[in-house]
T-cell receptor, first 115, second 118 residues
Framework: AQTVTQSQPEMSVQEAETVTLSCTYD???????LFWYKQPPSRQMILVIR??????QNATENRFSVNFQKAAKSFSLKISDSQLGDTAMYFC????????????FGAGTRLTVKP | DAGVTQSPTHLIKTRGQQVTLRCSPK?????VSWYQQALGQGPQFIFQ???????QRGNFPDRFSGHQFPNYSSELNVNALLLGDSALYLC?????????????????FGDGTRLSIL
């Protein structure tokens, strides 16, 4: 079974600063996908960034980047130049490389960006 | 281009009742997955529907059942409701992986249905 662990229940950062959210996972699979989703108070889960495990290069989407360490089974999210609109719950998720959408989520990290 | 839509937005039921939640996938998507998100937790996978059949199932009892219609929309049914069923129920849609390169298949989530059991 795959498990996803987010060890930081809450974090805060000053506007324009950089923050890193941690995520570790446990799996025996070799091919899989990792995701970071953002869930603002509006409730909708929004995909922030995605990483294929077979790719060594870390994914980047504008101010969001990941540090993917496959051997350590670590997948952290770095948010640069934090904005007030980044305030939300952030979920790390794992999905096997197969024909299904069974995603396993961590418990989430509540990020607050302070003005 | 409409995204994933779910109805109703909120629902209040009592223990022992039955409930049906509905989901319309994003235009062009053929696969629907349902998740339960308890307060303060991450979503838990319930099951996935493709070609009107349940394809994958998480660790949920048979009280949780579903259906997918020819237009790809889906329903989640929960029987004999328990207090512990109170949660946000999320629907996610995507295009089945073999239709396109798998790396291009993110799930799109709806806003969820908040179910409260009294």
């Amino acid at each position: 079974a795959q498990t996803v662990t987010q060890s930081q229940p809450e974090m805060s950062v000053q506007e324009a600063e950089t923050v890193t959210l941690s995520c570790t996972y446990d799996t025996s699979e070799n091919n899989y996908y990792l995701f970071w989703y953002k869930q603002p108070p509006s409730r909708q889960m929004i995909l922030v960034i995605r990483q294929e495990a077979y790719k060594q290069q870390n994914a980047t989407e504008n101010r969001f980047s990941v540090n993917f360490q496959k051997a350590a089974k670590s997948f952290s999210l770095k948010i640069s130049d934090s904005q007030l609109g980044d305030t939300a719950m952030y979920f790390c998720a794992f999905m096997k490389h197969s024909n299904n959408n069974d995603m396993r989520f961590g418990a989430g990290t509540r990020l607050t960006v302070k003005p | 281009d409409a995204g994933v839509t779910q109805s109703p937005t909120h629902l209040i039921k009592t223990r022992g009742q039955q409930v049906t939640l509905r989901c319309s996938p994003k235009s062009g998507h053929d696969t629907v997955s349902w998740y339960q998100q308890a307060l303060g937790q991450g979503p838990q996978f319930i099951f996935q529907y493709y070609e009107e059949e349940e394809r994958q199932r998480g660790n949920f009892p048979d009280r949780f059942s579903g259906h997918q219609f020819p237009n790809y929309s889906s329903e989640l049914n929960v029987n004999a409701l328990l207090l512990g069923d109170s949660a946000l129920y999320l629907c996610a849609s995507s295009l089945m992986a073999h239709r396109l390169p798998y790396s291009n298949q993110p799930q799109h989530f709806g806003d969820g249905t908040r179910l409260s059991i009294l």
